[in-house]
C-alpha cells in the first residue's frame, strides 16, 4: 500500500473542494460569527488554510508547543486567503513527494506550555490534521448558510447544486 500517495490524493481532494468553498468567501463579512461563542469567520478560514501548511512541520519535527506558535499572517481578504491556501497545499504536497514511507512511523506530539495534550504517529497527526480541515470547512458551511450563500459540495451534493 502507498499510504503516502493515499495522503497526497486526499490532500488535493480536501484542496479542490476547499477552493470552492474560499471562492464564496464574502468579502466584508471577516467579522462574522453566528455566536458569541463561534470563531470569527476570518479566523476559521485563516484556520483551514493553514492547516493545509501542516505536514511539512509534522514530518521535520518531533511535536509542536502551541504556546509558541504564530499560526499565520494576518489575512484579511479573498484573495489573500486563497494565496496562503495555495501556499501551504504547495508545500504539504511537496514534503508529501520527498517523504519516505518510514518517515510516516516516528511518534509526534502537539504539546502546550511543554505538557503533552496528544500524540499520534506522524501519520496519525497528518490524517488529524486533515480530519480537521473537514471538521472547519463543514463549520464554514454552516456560516455560509446562516448568511445566505451557497454552500458547495464536499462529499456528494449539497442542498444548494440540486433541486428538490
Same mark, same amino acid.
Given at each position: 500500500?502507498?499510504?503516502?500517495?493515499?495522503?497526497?490524493?486526499?490532500?488535493?481532494?480536501?484542496?479542490?473542494?476547499?477552493?470552492?468553498?474560499?471562492?464564496?468567501?464574502?468579502?466584508?463579512?471577516?467579522?462574522?460569527?453566528?455566536? /458569541? $461563542?463561534?470563531?470569527?469567520?476570518?479566523? *476559521? #478560514?485563516?484556520?483551514?488554510?493553514?492547516?493545509?501548511?501542516? @505536514?511539512?512541520?509534522? &514530518?521535520?519535527?518531533?511535536?509542536?508547543?502551541?504556546?509558541?506558535?504564530?499560526?499565520? /499572517? $494576518?489575512?484579511?481578504?479573498?484573495?489573500? *486567503? #486563497?494565496?496562503?491556501?495555495?501556499?501551504?497545499?504547495?508545500? @504539504?504536497?511537496?514534503? &508529501?513527494?520527498?517523504?519516505?514511507?518510514?518517515?510516516?512511523?516516528?511518534?509526534?506530539?502537539?504539546?502546550?506550555?511543554?505538557?503533552?495534550?496528544?500524540?499520534?504517529?506522524?501519520?496519525?497527526?497528518?490524517?488529524?490534521?486533515?480530519?480537521?480541515?473537514?471538521?472547519?470547512?463543514?463549520?464554514?458551511?454552516?456560516?455560509?448558510?446562516?448568511?445566505?450563500?451557497?454552500?458547495?459540495?464536499?462529499?456528494?451534493?449539497?442542498?444548494?447544486?440540486?433541486?428538490?
Amino acid at each position: 500500500m502507498d499510504t503516502l500517495q493515499q495522503l497526497r490524493d486526499e490532500l488535493t481532494y480536501e484542496y479542490e473542494v476547499t477552493k470552492k468553498f474560499f471562492a464564496k468567501y464574502p468579502e466584508g463579512k471577516n467579522d462574522y460569527a453566528p455566536h /458569541e $461563542k463561534s470563531m470569527k469567520m476570518i479566523n *476559521l #478560514v485563516s484556520h483551514i488554510a493553514t492547516i493545509f501548511g501542516w @505536514s511539512p512541520a509534522i &514530518l521535520s519535527t518531533s511535536d509542536l508547543d502551541i504556546s509558541q506558535a504564530d499560526e499565520t /499572517e $494576518k489575512i484579511e481578504n479573498k484573495a489573500q *486567503l #486563497v494565496a496562503v491556501l495555495d501556499q501551504q497545499y504547495k508545500a @504539504s504536497l511537496s514534503a &508529501l513527494e520527498q517523504a519516505a514511507e518510514s518517515d510516516l512511523e516516528p511518534k509526534w506530539a502537539l504539546t502546550m506550555d511543554g505538557q503533552k495534550l496528544m500524540e499520534w504517529t506522524k501519520y496519525g497527526a497528518i490524517r488529524h490534521g486533515l480530519n480537521q480541515i473537514a471538521h472547519h470547512r463543514a463549520q464554514l458551511g454552516v456560516y455560509y448558510r446562516l448568511l445566505d450563500i451557497p454552500v458547495p459540495a464536499s462529499y456528494g451534493p449539497s442542498a444548494d447544486d440540486q433541486s428538490f
